[in-house]
């Protein structure tokens, strides 16, 4: 076997699933929260959803584009997330039809199966988060591999199929059923290697990647442990799912023993035991228990070479030969021959390799601290090791470091930082003094002694207040972020009398900013910054300065924020489900912050919390395709393919919001763009008539589907890609004489009974050619009359 170097196993997980750019949402109280008021999603189109609670329900829709697999994910949710879809919102027995809460741990995953083009699904998101963001993204076209395991995991004992792309980084997993060892696992991905997982590695069997490659490491997630990548096979997706891809197991050998300290006899716990096969680039790992055993199981049978570690101690060979200096070449140690259902045992006696006493005092009793040794540039990291503090505040760390010189700084939550010997940092990490400090001499043999005197962390207290009569303001929530960084370090909400206590407060230069759901949002001192506006966006704030005494107390004064109401119609119809979004502009028509808005039976809508100045508003909704943006008062835009509002035409008005203002009446009737507007009026009087049947036929004549006016003598007619050209008759039981579009008139009755004929009818194009050209009017006359108010068909 060739020389080999010990290496550390690490599951390939990927930090974040790349999706594409996703539209940012956030929902207000109400907004989606039922089956009926959800709100439509398109097919590859992303959501990134804001809710307006730290948890709680909202509710999506989509339309499949046509038949075919469909698959709904969280995928890169900060909120731990679960989905349920079902057919139809009476969610009655047998119309959920998937459901998961378990793809990649917090995320979750599903899909469904659309029969015919146009079948809409309706998805329940149920999230858990204090500042939870969500993600979703529909996709046609996931692919699912299915398979047996035999024999099948008994209970207790769980399975998991891994799928990795193709450069080995973990992309989904599923469990297997203790029933029958069936599994399905979908994929976004056109090309996977798939794994079995041994969760609880107690199953004895040995684990594999497909097809009946072994896996060393049972309980790994990765393929690390199943040898070289290139020869796992690589499953093509591209053309559709995979049925087939079976595991068969085979039991294993297994290797056990004991860790303990040579000088003391006691059990080492958390020691690390790593074995591999001669001549395969391949390892397992395994840990001691509380009571210093361990067990790795699941072998294929082999030769090993094992060893084992621990922070500190010097890591050994099997039997008992030095690794000294880590990492070592394996096969300088003793192998081990393990059988198909046998176990081995083999015990290690650990030398203790601490040779750095640190002694830290000044800290609260039961604190945590770290100490992180550094070579000499300040940057490469040496080690570190961690102690709690007694009852007096003192707290004793021992480690191990190689001879040498090193530098070091000491870390804990609520402490100040430091350098060795007692320079205080300017950051929690020391980042910028890690080499003020003095060095330190690790010496070859021998003991060295260090001490470190630490502070508690100060308080940074202040007072937020409204600016019309300077009283409290409770609730309001002030973070502090670090100068230079877009992330909180802390914070801290007001009490009733409009105090705040910030505690732990590293020392530092930081920027601090205020929040609060009735007023302006601002960065000390004075510099207004909505809360949908990363830090790094508001330019101008004062760079407050804590000591290791704290800072001057802070004072933000704050304007009440304003409020708009109005309603939204479509097509001058009241449609409390008709889901669309409000969006605040400015004079460049780009929007600053968007709501989904969920309507109330008048079509009325609310959204406080706004901020000042002089802004235009725009309405939008989604999918897109299904109505014209429209911005305030009474601008219709075309449809666009980027920002809804960039090919609106000028003469949008501009609202001045004050504070603690309400604008009302910033209403909208938005114009319907899928799908034709009919309006049915008398031809003698103008009056709209309801109740009016409009029969629709495809243009060969055959029948497709019937639409009634409503009170208002309005019908919509369905467009879009699945409602091709049309044309049009009326049938009425009120006396008027039926017609055919265009001015056919049908004097012995309606088209629908085989009356009239459709000879010459128009053709209608499903779908408005754009703002301002999408209504079709119907006039209808009683028999006899020839009093027109109206044209026939205009």
């Known amino acids: 076997m060739a020389a080999q170097s010990w290496g550390n196993s690490s599951n390939n997980w990927p930090e974040k699933v790349v999706e594409p750019p996703a539209l940012r949402v956030r929902l207000q109280p109400g907004a989606a929260d039922t089956c009926q008021l959800a709100f439509g999603v398109e097919v590859d189109h992303a959501l990134e959803v804001h809710p307006p609670s730290a948890q709680g329900t909202f509710w999506l829709t989509f ?44 995320q979750a995953l599903a899909s469904v199966d659309a029969v015919r083009a146009g079948q809409r699904f309706y998805i329940r998101v149920n999230y858990v988060d204090a500042e939870a963001s969500v993600r979703v993204l529909i996709r046609q076209g996931s692919a699912v591999i299915s398979g047996t395991v035999t024999p099948a995991p008994l209970p207790g004992v769980p399975y998991q199929v891994i799928a990795s792309n193709a450069d080995g980084f973990v992309v989904g997993s599923t469990s297997v059923s203790t029933v029958d060892g069936r599994y399905s696992l979908q994929t976004f991905f056109d090309a996977v290697r798939v794994r079995l997982q041994d969760v609880s590695g107690q199953s004895g069997f040995v684990m594999q990647a497909h097809p009946q490659r072994p896996c060393y490491d049972g309980a790994d997630r990765s393929l690390d442990s199943c040898g070289d990548l290139g020869e796992i096979e690589l499953l093509d997706l591209s053309t559709g799912s995979q049925t087939g891809i079976d595991f068969t197991l085979s039991p294993g050998g297994a290797v056990v023993g004991m860790v303990f300290d040579n000088d003391s006899l006691a059990p080492i716990r958390n020691a690390t035991i790593n074995l591999s096969e001669a001549g395969v680039d391949a390892f397992a790992e395994g840990r001691s228990s509380e009571i210093g055993r361990y067990r790795i199981d699941g072998l294929p049978p082999g030769t090993y070479y094992l060893q084992a570690r621990s922070s500190e101690h010097t890591p050994v060979l099997h039997e008992q030969q030095p690794c000294s200096p880590f990492p070592c070449v394996v096969d300088a140690g003793t192998p081990v021959v393990v059988g198909q259902s046998t176990t081995t045992v083999v015990n290690f006696g650990l030398t203790s390799n601490k040779n750095v006493r640190l002694q830290v005092v000044g800290l609260a009793p039961g604190q945590i601290v770290s100490a992180f040794f550094l070579e000499e540039d300040g940057f490469t990291n040496r080690g570190y090791a961690e102690a709690t503090a007694d009852t007096q505040g003192n707290a004793l760390i021992e480690l191990f470091q190689p001879p040498g010189s090193a530098r070091m700084y000491v870390a804990g939550n609520t402490i100040i930082s430091e350098v060795y010997p007692e320079i205080d940092c300017v950051s929690p990490d020391c980042a910028g003094n890690r080499t003020d400090g ?357």
Do not use: K
Request: aromatic share 8%; glycine share 10%; hydrophobic share 40%.
């Open 438 to 794: 003095a060095l330190i001499t690790i010496p070859n043999d021998g003991l060295v002694e260090i001490f470190a005197q630490v502070a508690e962390r100060p308080e940074v207290v202040g007072t937020v207040l409204q600016s019309s009569d300077l009283t409290p303001i409770e609730g309001a929530v002030v973070f502090l972020y670090r100068q230079g960084q877009s992330s909180s370090a802390t914070g801290a909400a007001t009490d009733e009398s409009g105090v705040f206590v910030a505690e732990n407060v590293h020392p530092g230069a930081y920027l601090l900013r205020t929040q609060s759901q009735s007023h302006i949002d601002e960065l000390f001192d004075d510099v207004v910054c909505p809360e949908n506006l990363p830090i790094t966006a508001c330019q101008g704030a004062t760079v407050v300065n804590v000591s290791a005494v704290g800072a001057q107390p802070i004072e933000f004064v704050l304007d009440r924020s304003a409020t708009i109401t109005g309603r939204i119609l479509l097509d001058g119809q009241i449609r409390p489900n008709f889901t669309t979004f409000v969006a605040l502009l400015n004079q460049a028509n780009q929007p600053i912050d968007t709501w989904v808005m969920s309507l109330n039976q008048t079509g009325a809508y609310t959204i406080d919390d706004l901020p000042l100045g002089n802004f235009r508003v725009g309405v939008y909704a989604i999918p897109s395709s299904y109505a014209f943006p429209a911005l305030y008062d009474g601008v219709t835009c075309a449809q666009s393919s980027g920002s809804p509002f960039e090919n609106c035409p000028a003469g949008a008005s501009e609202l001045t919001l004050a504070a603690g203002s309400t604008t009302s009446g910033v209403d909208f009737d938005i114009e319907g763009a899928s799908g034709r507007v009919v309006w049915v009026r008398r031809g003698d009087n103008g009056v709209h008539l309801p109740g009016i049947a409009l029969d629709i036929w495809s243009p060969d004549g055959s029948y497709r589907e019937s639409h009634v006016t409503n009170a208002n003598g309005y019908a919509r007619v369905p467009g879009g890609l699945f409602n091709p050209a049309f044309i049009m008759s009326s049938s009425n039981g009120q006396g008027f004489v039926d017609e055919v579009y265009r001015d056919l008139t049908c004097p012995d009755g309606a088209a629908f009974y085989g009356l009239c004929s459709l000879a010459g009818a128009q053709v209608i194009q499903p779908d408005p050619p754009g703002p301002g050209l999408g209504a079709i009017y119907v006039t209808l006359l009683p028999p006899g009359s020839d009093s027109i108010w109206y044209d026939q068909f205009e």
């Open 63 to 106: 339309v499949a584009p046509d038949e075919g697999h469909f698959g709904i994910s969280t995928l890169g949710s900060s909120a731990d997330t679960s989905l349920a879809i079902w057919n139809s919102c009476a969610m009655r027995e047998g119309e959920r039809l998937s459901s998961s809460d378990t793809y990649l741990d917090s």
